[in-house]
């Protein structure tokens, strides 16, 4: 029974030692499988944000033009308001000319009128 045992004791210890190998291994292959993971997954994260980097690098120079074009069309914008607002001005002076003239026509011929009133008034 003793030599049974001893027997029995050794098969275990043995066993014992070849679950601890193969624990070992499995935890080395685990580990080595995480790193590689951890390895992609930074990677992933690096390309993900060499992605947006490059997606907002284009969307600026995108919105540069766009405002470069909406500076320029403001500027359109301007000189056409500058040069209407020159054209209004121009005919404003045009018909306040008219009208000075007409208030002045209209004083000559009402003291015209009222001369040769007065005129037939003395005859």
């Known amino acids: ?3 049974q045992l001893k027997t029995l004791t050794e098969t275990q210890a043995k066993e014992v030692a070849q679950a601890k190998i193969a624990y070992q291994e499995h935890a080395t292959s685990i580990r080595s499988e995480v790193k590689k993971l ?3 997954s930074q990677e992933q994260v690096i390309a993900q944000y060499i992605s947006d980097l490059t997606a907002s690098v284009e969307i ?3 919105l540069k033009t ?3 074009t909406q ?3 403001v500027a359109q914008a301007k000189i056409a ?3 209407h607002a020159t054209s209004i001005r121009s005919e404003v002076k ?6 000075q003239e007409q208030v002045i ?3 000559i011929s009402d003291l015209t009128a009222s001369v040769e009133i007065q005129s037939q008034l003395k005859t």
């Open 105 to 107: 026509a209209q004083y």
């Open 66 to 68: 766009l405002t470069e």
């Open 38 to 40: 951890n390895a992609r």
């Open 1 to 3: 029974i003793q030599s």
């Open 81 to 83: 308001y500058q040069e």
């Open 71 to 73: 500076a320029k069309e």
């Open 60 to 62: 600026q120079s995108q």
């Open 94 to 99: 045009k018909l306040n000319a008219r009208s």
